[in-house]
């Protein structure tokens, strides 16, 4: 007998695998190998969380009425327009769906996030990579790499996992040189974290035409990663696509109750933005003066650039640091073989991985 096929391109698909954490052996984990919230959710986030238990026998509000409402509000933004998701990683699954497919690409920077080739092979799409510069998304070869295929282009900005940002000028000017029926995705995962003045998310070119869409999520400065909750900002024409296409129910009640309360608990989200404000840099300047290359990011991780020497490399890091229990992230999926991820964690955290780094460094000798 024979077994039912999958599409052409599916078994072509490498699985998504996420960060790890456990280390067989080890009770005492720091796990810094998914750019999760180093402090928790909030509290209050906590709360709305357990105080809807007893209604999940419910449906949940399918259109996330109350919590696109909130986003709006703050972002002045149209409600109309925001659709919300199982994260955003299927928000940028539903977009590969509806707008790509056999014969199209979809087009992103060379090191940019695993999920963009997944959802284009997923729906029979070609994913196509062009050159980045200094770990940073070039738009001129993004450019360059488009062509009469091309459907969607995905920027991760700021980029998971080097950390660089482009600024608003240059994703505009990536706008501008595409073609009207090219869909670009601005994938603002990070943007809670960036504090430069030459940074935007990317609302204001949802606003000017009809071929954008900006992705937010609620896994990293609200810390709600487990319960899968994410947004995107589309015209409206693109909102009812998405509208039509998402399940009718994609968001339960607890990730909603849960991302409303965090989103209203600013002094929360204040207070994890100043305790990565002080220890991104922090890290960058420890790592650094180790000898280690560090790239310069704008989010709550740090990519870390060993020498390629057995003994010496990202492998051998990753082992030594995984004796004293931390978990980083080997980059080899995104073509950075040479390189460990570190998220920013709690202070003991932070302290345990540039401790364990030097005296990584310090064998070398």
């Given amino acids: 007998m024979t077994a039912p096929a999958p599409r052409p391109g599916i078994m072509d698909i490498k699985p998504y695998i996420g960060g790890e954490s456990q280390i067989e052996g080890v009770t005492r984990i720091i796990k810094l190998s998914s750019n999760e919230g ?9 709360a709305a969380y357990q105080a809807v238990a007893s ?46 497919g056999p014969g199209d690409e979809v087009l992103y920077s060379q090191h ?3 999920m963009y080739a997944i959802a284009a092979k997923a729906c029979g799409a070609t994913p196509v990579t062009a050159p980045e510069t200094d770990l940073t998304a070039d738009v001129d070869n993004l450019l360059k790499a488009v062509t009469p295929k091309t459907r969607i282009v ?14 608003s000028e240059e994703v505009r000017r990536l706008r501008a040189g595409l073609p009207p029926s090219v869909l670009l995705v601005i994938d603002a995962a990070y943007a ?16 000017a035409g009809d071929n954008t869409v900006m992705c937010r999520t609620f896994s990293k400065m609200y810390a709600l990663g487990g319960l899968r909750l994410g947004w995107a900002y589309c015209p409206e024409g693109i909102a009812g696509v ?3 296409v998402r399940n009718p129910f994609n968001v339960g009640s607890p ?8 989103f209203h608990d600013t002094a929360y989200a204040e207070l994890c933005k100043a305790h990565n404000d002080h220890w991104l840099p922090w890290m960058l300047e420890r790592v650094a003066a180790l000898g280690l290359a560090v790239t310069p990011s704008v989010c709550n991780f740090v990519l870390i650039r060993f020498p390629k020497e057995a003994g010496r490399d990202a492998a051998a890091a990753d082992k030594f640091l995984r004796s004293r229990g931390i978990i980083g992230r080997a980059m080899g999926g995104y073509g950075l073989p040479e390189a460990l991820r570190i998220t920013i964690g709690r202070d003991d ?15 070398w000798k």
């Fill in 38 to 46: 180093a402090l928790g959710p909030s509290p209050k986030a906590m």
């Fill in 55 to 100: 209604e999940m026998h419910r449906y949940p509000d399918g259109s996330a009425q109350a919590l696109r409402e909130a986003i709006a509000a703050r972002y002045d933004l149209d409600a109309a327009r925001i659709v919300c998701g199982a994260g955003s990683d299927e928000l940028l699954g539903i977009l590969c769906r509806a707008y790509a």
């Fill in 112 to 114: 940019g996030f695993l």
């Fill in 154 to 167: 995905f920027l991760a900005n700021p980029n998971n996992p080097t950390g660089t940002y482009i600024s």
């Fill in 192 to 207: 809670e974290f960036v504090g430069r003045n030459d940074y935007s998310a990317g609302a204001e070119l949802v606003e």
């Fill in 242 to 244: 998405l509208n039509r």
């Fill in 255 to 262: 990730a909603l109750a849960a991302g409303l309360a965090a």
């Fill in 349 to 363: 955290e932070n302290a345990a991985v540039v401790e364990g780094l030097a005296e990584f460094v310090k064998s």
